[in-house]
């Protein structure tokens, strides 16, 4: 494929691209680019929200190019201070490391790990000097740091800024120095980030990093971007009923948004797609089914996918049950439902607890319990069913 055909697929869906000359004529010069992504293990769990970059990353990867993954252990200690009304709390090395184990394991169900290079930021932050520090902060002004908006809002605010906060950026651009980066990409919380970093870059010498950013999607509420915090995720290590349940969970206004960045699907059937979406012509149900299949067989196999999606059918169609599901085991005779709840069926809180009952999430052998304070006589077998997707055997000890 030419540099102007790469160009084409690689600037797909972007949302900032600094610039479209500047990376095409990098793409010109028909060497392996280095392609940069700085992670910080803030938590140990990918996302579907991950999966946009990650994915963008591959497709340079198979047009040849080096993927150069910065696991920022160091900077997770700081904390990323995007898109944050306030300081972030920072982590232990010990989490930074556990956490940074974990991520760079998953990302390799996308990416291609021959065509990876992994690399930690402690390697070279680690031995900077205050010394070091200084006259690399020296190479950027507050005035340009309060550019940002999230600074700038926490300012109006009366919000605290610490100091960390603006090495952050500085951290994460000499990143870009050590490695040479030929382009950086990232979500688009994280532009003001990346041009600091072409702007660190030139400040040693180097030429100038092309920066791409991508779209956040939205979470399974439709609503919230993306995020572990805000229980509305897609985990990469879900299990593929899960994973495709959770998929089918998500409005019905997210699903061209998924198809463009989660799937392989071409132009004309994306166009295709948002036709049927906007004319009605399929029951949006159906389209969903597809997507879930397309989204699952990344992570699993097309078999798994589809037999995940058979199973969905019989589940939520057919009104039948899963043909496995965890056991709860009781040695009591009764218990309260908002115990039940919490001590064996992994609810956060009796409050969490409470407004799945008051919601009509609850059910016992599809039988929807209504009163907070019921409490249950067990029967051995009987099937405890939180939400649409969560599914119990009560077991008599």
Known sequence: MNPEEQFKELSKNHVSLISEEELLGKLKNKRSLRVKLGVDPSRPDLHLGHAV???KLR???????????????????????????????????????????SYSKQAFRILDRDRTEIRFNSEWLDPMSFED??????????????ERHDFARRYADNEPIAVSEFLYPLAQAYDSVVVKADVEIGGDDQFFNLVVGRKIQEEYGLEAQAILTVPLIEGTDGKLKMSKSYDNYIAFDDSPKDMFGKVMSIPDSLMSKYFRLLTDKSDRELEEIDKKLQDKTVNPRDLKLELAVEITSQFFDREIAESSK?????????????????????????????????????????SEARRLIDQGGVRINDQVLEDIHSVLEISDGDVLRIGKKRFYRLVKC
Request: neutral net charge.
């Open 59 to 101: 497709l340079f990867q198979d047009f040849g190019h080096q993927v150069v993954l910065i696991i920022g252990d160091f900077t997770a200690r700081i904390g990323d201070p995007s898109g944050r009304s306030k300081t972030r709390p920072m982590l232990s090395r010990e989490e930074a490391r556990l956490n940074a184990e």
């Open 310 to 350: 058979e199973e969905f059918i019989n589940i939520f169609r057919n009104k039948e049950l899963p043909e496995e599901m965890p056991e709860i085991k009781l040695v009591e005779d009764s218990i309260s439902i908002v115990d039940l709840l919490v001590s064996r069926a992994k609810i956060q809180s009796r």
């Open 53 to 55: 970059v990650l994915r």
């Open 133 to 146: 520090v200084i006259r690399l902060s020296a190479k950027y002004t507050v005035a340009r740091m309060m």
